[in-house]
């Protein structure tokens, strides 16, 4: 039996993304953003079993003709069927086998990945990597996301762990504490936390630091700060562009290491800082111009994502088929 519709479910802190797709040529025919009414288990189940009743109903869907994909933070261990670790913003997730227990409460068959590495898929085939043969992805936001596709499929390693780019680390004994637990991962200098610290780190080492960039600094609001420190860098104010700097600069440390391990042919960059790219591409391809090793970085292409509104969701629905592919080979 083929499959005709795929559903795509993407789990953010507190929100889902859901979307609905014809198989035939990935059309989406239904989305909805829904906030849940607290964060945990069975807000989930209920918001997602009500999406789907909704959908069943509109387009006469039976119950043969669909699967789903559902991406949602922290290390998705295939092996053990379970969010094994690295949730800190979704921590009601670890332990829980949450595609079993959404598949016992839809009666559909539901595949479950890292929301990042799912992402990762869905720009490899429908995004920006869809010419490229090796697709790295980044994403930036609170944590930052990754994923790597060889061949369009996702890298995954023994236990669900690999493409988790976001934790390479610089420094593992003196670098800035991470949210996973260890120290001087990219993640503490990238993320929307560790690109705050950085400018109060750049404005008390200067002699004359600008108001903006002190007001801006101590606003608490770390999302505008990462949306307009590039703004006032880009106002030539000194801090705001020693932050920029060093932002670029551990990102090409990052991608440094991803060059070495994984050869990728591009690096989509996704996330709330993608929009301010053009400001550290440059500073990025300095640092890996260091590299001895021309090969790795003379034609590698870095660019910003294609898919940043759908690309969780998109990239469940279409691990979700490659994954039922697999299971009736
Ligand atoms: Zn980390």
């Given at each position: 039996?083929?499959?005709?519709?795929?559903?795509?479910?993407?789990?953010?802190?507190?929100?889902?993304?859901?979307?609905?797709?014809?198989?035939?040529?990935?059309?989406?025919?239904?989305?909805?953003?829904?906030?849940?009414?607290e964060?945990?288990?069975?807000?989930?189940?209920?918001?997602?079993?009500?999406?789907?009743?909704e959908?069943?109903?509109?387009?006469?869907?039976?119950k043969?003709?669909?699967?789903?994909?559902?991406?949602?933070p922290?290390?998705?261990?295939?092996?053990?069927?379970?969010?094994?670790?690295?949730?800190?913003n979704?921590?009601?997730?670890?332990?829980?086998?949450?595609?079993?227990?959404?598949?016992?409460?839809?009666?559909?068959?539901?595949?479950?990945?890292?929301?990042?590495?799912l992402?990762?898929?869905?720009?490899?085939?429908?995004?920006?990597?869809?010419?490229?043969?090796?697709?790295a992805?980044?994403?930036?936001?609170?944590?930052?996301?990754?994923?790597?596709?060889?061949?369009?499929?996702l890298?995954?390693?023994?236990?669900?762990?690999?493409?988790?780019?976001?934790?390479?680390?610089?420094?593992?004994?003196?670098?800035?504490?991470?949210?996973?637990?260890?120290?001087?991962?990219?993640?503490?200098?990238?993320?929307?936390?560790?690109?705050?610290?950085?400018?109060?780190?750049?404005?008390?080492?200067?002699?004359?630091?600008?108001?903006?960039?002190?007001?801006?600094?101590?606003?608490?609001?770390s999302?505008?700060?990462?949306?307009?420190?590039f703004?006032?860098?880009?106002?030539?104010?000194?801090?705001a562009?020693?932050?920029?700097?060093?932002?670029?600069?551990?990102?090409?440390?990052?991608?440094?290491?991803?060059l070495?391990?994984?050869?990728?042919?591009?690096?989509?960059?996704?996330?709330?800082?993608?929009?301010?790219?053009?400001?550290?591409?440059?500073?990025?391809?300095?640092?890996?111009?260091?590299?001895?090793?021309k090969?790795?970085?003379?034609?590698?292409?870095?660019?910003?994502?294609?898919?940043?509104?759908?690309?969780?969701a998109?990239?469940?629905?279409?691990?979700?088929?490659?994954?039922?592919?697999?299971?009736?080979?």
């Open positions: 039996m083929s499959i005709k519709y795929v559903y795509g479910f993407d789990l953010g802190g507190t929100f889902l993304k859901l979307r609905f797709y014809l198989v035939d040529g990935m059309k989406e025919l239904f989305s909805k953003k829904v906030s849940l009414d964060a945990n288990k069975n807000c989930f189940i209920r918001a997602i079993a009500g999406f789907v009743e959908i069943k109903k509109e387009f006469k869907v039976k043969e003709e669909a699967i789903a994909g559902l991406g949602a922290g290390i998705y261990a295939p092996r053990s069927g379970v969010v094994i670790d690295n949730a800190p979704c921590p009601w997730v670890v332990g829980e086998p949450l595609a079993q227990d959404l598949s016992n409460e839809l009666d559909l068959r539901v595949y479950h990945g890292n929301d990042a590495k992402f990762a898929l869905a720009e490899a085939l429908m995004g920006a990597g869809k010419l490229y043969k090796v697709v992805f980044l994403g930036l936001g609170t944590g930052v996301g990754g994923g790597i596709v060889k061949n369009g499929q890298d995954l390693g023994a236990w669900g762990y690999a493409g988790e780019l976001g934790h390479i680390s610089f420094d593992v004994f003196n670098g800035r504490p991470c949210a996973c637990g260890n120290k001087g991962c990219l993640e503490a200098y990238a993320g929307t936390d560790g690109i705050c610290k950085t400018l109060e780190t750049e404005i008390s080492s200067l002699r004359a630091p600008s108001k903006e960039a002190k007001e801006l600094a101590g606003c608490g609001d999302r505008r700060i990462v949306k307009e420190v703004t006032l860098a880009r106002d030539d104010d000194q801090a562009k020693n932050a920029v700097l060093s932002l670029g600069a551990h990102l090409g440390m990052g991608i440094q290491n991803i070495i391990t994984h050869n990728p042919d591009i690096i989509v960059i996704g996330g709330s800082i993608s929009n301010d790219l053009d400001m550290i591409t440059d500073d990025i391809k300095h640092y890996l111009k260091n590299m001895d090793q090969c790795l970085w003379e034609n590698l292409v870095i660019t910003k994502s294609h898919r940043s509104d759908d690309g969780g998109l990239g469940a629905a279409l691990y979700a088929l490659q994954k039922y592919e697999e299971s009736v080979k």
